[in-house]
């Protein structure tokens, strides 16, 4: 039977608050193989039941089921839109109607009506205070009300409400950008909230990023000295008239009981300072003072249609430990960002404090010096009327355990829960294998994902810092985009890159940026430079071509071109000759074979910045070919080839052997082809060589330990790749789940065998970087891998690679034409293959290390190069071999 399970979006399942008609794609669903769409039907409403239709496309015939452009559809500012599509298929299909879409416009090109309102002053500018705000407004009683929406932000961190009710639920608003370029707006749906006659708006307001205290340096006020609201509530009458608020000097403001929120440090919150009905009619604000207005550039308000940061999940606490010092510490099992909802009853004046942290030290005590200034901490005081339910909203902490500094009464577990906060996305990829270490590996892996991609990609979620750097998202971007849907995260914050980039082209290092004039007080980047280290600033490029790669969209690499060119262009106007370097480098930062006392890794700097400089050069002219930019294509293609033969006359002596004899300097010749063909063999065996010398153990840091693994399997050393991936001891990413990691660490022993720490100043729990490992178990040891020439999976590679001592591996990715499974198993000594491939979509299929096919499931295997590959439509397929003795299996009966 033929079905479309959902329509979406520019990726995502509905959209609220958008600036044009979306990007349109659907997901088919078929019983049977080798479907491929024929035709399609599409029709855009503003009603549900399609009876106001503005938009009926006909039947279209073609293939095409994604990044679909209407063009110039006129749309309506504040409306709500429904979607629906049939389809047929090559074998005589029709399907039926899918399930309706909605996407709802913002203020699109209306001007707004609302100005930025404070009840701060300048003088406030180093008060952590929340603060109220809040209108009074009626409605007519005889006319009927069809539609209200609200389109909000702030300068600051906002929640707004209406009629004493939260409007939406998104958390954090309007988040994190570079705000004098790109500041979000949000959209609500607040039809249900109004009532007839008065009606109140209010809004709750705090520091945030705009204000408050941000970066190691501790500054504060980066993008102003007043938290502001900017509101506008259009409400829509049957007659077809419109009623406006909006946010001006007529609202009232006050202070919130929330004392203090700040990110890095927490909230104090006095329940006795609350204010009840504040956002209600009937309230009396006569001690309520007047607001100012605060000049912004509307300009930079761009609508957010999706991605916001929302509360995701509730985890309880597993465990109460008193500690030998005798704290009472709550365990939740997780390391995670969030924050602690608690039940409490007590006398007025009573006192919840909570200080959040991530791992108990070697003698089961409470460890805070990893967290360096931050105080993660919440106070709650108690207003003694009943149980009372209360979690912060304008910070967040990064956690597994809670020591509880005070708590009236007895300490019940099931007071206390967890919240886990993150950007909104799709999970997109599942794996589970015979081995529970990987498992857990893959699940910190996931957790580092979700604890650090709240707004932006931050390094950590825990100590003074939560900064988007750039090298830590570059590196983790295909990974992420395996586990996640991150189309819509990644988008955001790249236009925030190319937002903060020097007008040379230069890339900072952390994007929103906050370093360039703020590091005074960091010798390290005060003198060396706050933008353009390599392999941080190739977030440039490699993001968006990452982005094209995994979802097949061009839209990515026409918005980021300009910014890609502009990388690119500022390396090679820095060059010397073709080899490139420029000011502070990190270099393969936190390596092990760095010098006693140093982060750089041994591997030398204008080394690692000419390879980047030609992978990343390259992967421009892709983007070029792509978009048609021929001129560029030819002229980047012929850069590229310049610096690999610089490159090689460089770093290879006569012989073929590399001038750097580090791991780093070989797996980057080799991933990014820097590698004469005649020496390739050679530099990896050389690789192996470097492996041995440490025991199979790496020793690298941030630029080598992502490509490692396809260094060796790529290059003829697959059991070699199996066997760095299953270290226990350390150094390894299974050291960490021997150690109880529930989440990726900062360094190889954060933790050390001893028990005691890596240095306090940099000693994350929580830092996803080396979980870039996971794009391996997706791309090779499941084999589900992109093709470039058909990008989001539209043409998938299927070649899984088993071994590792497993016995079976399961493996899923929901691309955006539907779920890509692929499922090995080792039995009675041979290997069964079984994979699904979506509707609409192709693949290829190759098997290296094949004793002997036993059945192919109908499809034509040809043998090549020692590989044996078919082609295969859509459908689930199952195959059987006998594999090479080198394989390294656990067979089962």
């Known amino acids: 039977m033929l079905s479309v399970s959902h329509i979406t979006l520019d990726g995502e399942t509905t959209l609220s608050g958008v600036a044009r008609f979306p990007a349109i794609g659907w997901k088919i669903h078929s019983d049977k193989r080798d479907v491929v769409q024929r035709s399609w039907h599409l029709q855009c409403s503003t009603t549900a039941d399609f009876s106001s239709l503005i938009f009926d496309s006909g039947e279209v015939f073609s293939a095409q089921s994604s990044h679909i452009e209407l063009g110039d559809i006129a749309l309506l500012p504040s409306t709500r839109y429904y979607l629906q599509v049939c389809i047929t298929d090559n074998q005589g299909a029709a399907s039926a109607w899918s399930p309706a879409a909605t996407f ?72 994190w950008t570079s705000y004098r370029h790109h500041l979000c707006y949000q959209t609500y749906d607040v039809t249900g909230l109004l009532n007839q006659g008065d009606n ?16 190691f340096s501790r500054h504060r006020n980066y993008y102003g000295e007043q938290t502001a609201l900017l509101c506008q509530m259009v409400i829509q009458y049957e007659d077809g008239t419109q009623q406006v608020v909006r946010s001006d000097n007529s609202w009232r403001g006050s202070d919130s009981a929330r004392q203090f929120a700040e990110i890095y440090d927490g909230e104090v919150f006095d329940a006795c300072r609350l204010q009840p009905g504040w956002s209600r009619a009937g309230f009396n604000e006569a001690l309520w003072r007047g607001v100012s207005v605060v000049h912004w550039d509307k300009n930079t308000l761009t609508a957010q249609g999706a991605g916001t940061v929302q509360q995701i999940e509730r985890l309880a606490a597993k465990a109460l430990i008193i500690t030998p010092q005798g704290d009472k510490v709550l365990d939740f099992g997780q390391n995670m960002s969030g924050w602690v909802e608690f039940r409490v009853n007590g006398q007025t004046g009573d006192k919840v404090v909570l200080r959040h942290f991530e791992t108990l030290d070697a003698g089961g005590n409470v460890y805070l010096d990893n967290l360096r200034t931050a105080k993660q901490t919440t106070e709650y005081c108690l207003n003694g009327e009943g149980e009372e339910v209360w979690h912060p909203r304008f910070s967040w902490q990064g956690f597994r355990y809670v020591k509880v500094e005070a708590y009236p009464g007895e300490l019940n577990l099931d007071n206390f829960t967890a919240i886990v906060i993150h950007s909104a996305m799709a999970p997109t990829g599942q794996f589970a294998c015979s081995n529970p270490d990987l498992n857990q590996l893959h699940h910190n892996i996931l957790w580092g994902l979700k604890s650090n991609f709240v707004d932006v990609p931050t390094d950590c979620p825990q100590r003074d810092e939560r900064l988007g750097w750039t090298g830590d998202a570059q590196i983790f971007c295909r990974t992420a985009s395996y586990l996640m849907q991150t189309q819509t995260f990644f988008s955001k914050w790249l236009l925030d890159l190319k937002s903060d980039q020097t007008p040379e082209g230069g890339v900072p290092h952390v994007i929103p940026d906050i370093l360039t004039g703020h590091c005074d ?23 968006p071509w990452t982005m094209y790669l995994m979802y097949g969209d061009k839209r990515v690499l026409e918005n ?101 004899r580090t791991q780093t300097a070989h797996i980057l010749a080799l991933c990014f082809n820097l590698v004469p063909d005649v020496w390739r063999q050679r530099t990896a065996d ?24 396809h260094a060796l399997s790529q290059n003829q050393h697959p059991k070699a790749a199996w066997a760095l991936l299953l270290k226990e001891d350390f150094p390894s990413w ?20 001893d028990g005691s720490m890596w240095s306090p100043d940099m000693n994350s729990f929580n830092h996803y970087a080396y979980g870039a490992v996971g794009e391996w178990l997706y791309r090779t040891v499941a084999g589900i891998e992109a093709d470039e020439t058909a990008p989001g999976f539209k043409h998938a590679m299927i070649s899984p690679l088993p071994g590792g001592g497993l016995s079976w591996v399961n493996a899923h990715y929901q691309s955006i034409y539907g779920d890509i499974a692929v499922k090995w198993q080792a039995v009675k000594g041979r290997v069964v293959l079984t994979f699904s491939i979506p509707a609409n979509t192709t693949a290829t299929i190759k098997l290296s290390a094949v004793r002997q096919l036993l059945t192919t499931d109908t499809l034509n295997f040809a043998h090549v190069k020692g590989e044996w590959s078919a082609r ?17 299996l656990t067979y089962t009966d």
């Open 104 to 175: 709802v416009t913002g203020l699109l090109d209306t001007p707004w009506q609302a100005a930025f309102i404070s009840a701060e002053s300048p003088s406030d500018k180093a008060n952590s205070a929340a603060t109220l705000l809040r209108k009074g407004f009626t409605l007519s009683s005889h006319k009927a009300i069809t539609a209200a929406w609200v389109h909000a932000t702030a300068l600051g961190i906002y929640q707004l409400f209406l009629n004493g009710e939260r409007v939406g639920n998104d958390e954090l608003t309007p988040g």
């Open 200 to 215: 109140v708006i209010g809004a709750e307001l705090g520091a945030g990023w705009f204000k408050g205290d941000m970066g």
């Open 521 to 543: 007080q960091d010798k390290f980047l005060a003198e060396g430079g706050t933008h353009s280290a390599t392999g941080w600033a190739d977030a440039a490029v490699v993001n």
């Open 560 to 660: 980021q071109y300009a910014s890609m060119k502009g990388w690119v262009d500022f390396m090679q106007a820095h060059a010397d000759n073709d080899i490139w370097r420029y000011k502070l480098q990190f270099g393969d930062w936190v390596a092990l074979d760095a010098q006693e006392g140093s982060y750089f890794g041994a591997t030398p700097e204008d080394l690692i910045c000419t390879a980047w400089y030609a992978h990343s050069t390259l992967l421009l002219a892709k983007a070029a070919n792509v978009l048609g930019h021929t001129d560029d294509h030819r002229y980047y293609q012929a850069l590229q080839a310049r610096i690999v033969e610089r490159f090689q006359q460089r770093f290879f002596t006569a012989e073929g052997e590399m001038t750097a």
């Open 686 to 709: 050389t690789l192996v060589e470097l492996l041995h010398e440490h025991d199979g153990h790496l020793v690298t840091g941030f630029l080598g330990t992502p490509y490692f693994c």
């Open 734 to 753: 299974l050291y960490q789940v021997k150690a109880g990691a529930t989440t990726i660490w900062e360094h190889w022993d954060g933790i050390k065998p």
């Open 872 to 888: 295969c439509g859509s459908g689930e397929y199952q195959i059987e071999y006998l594999p090479d003795e080198s394989v390294d």
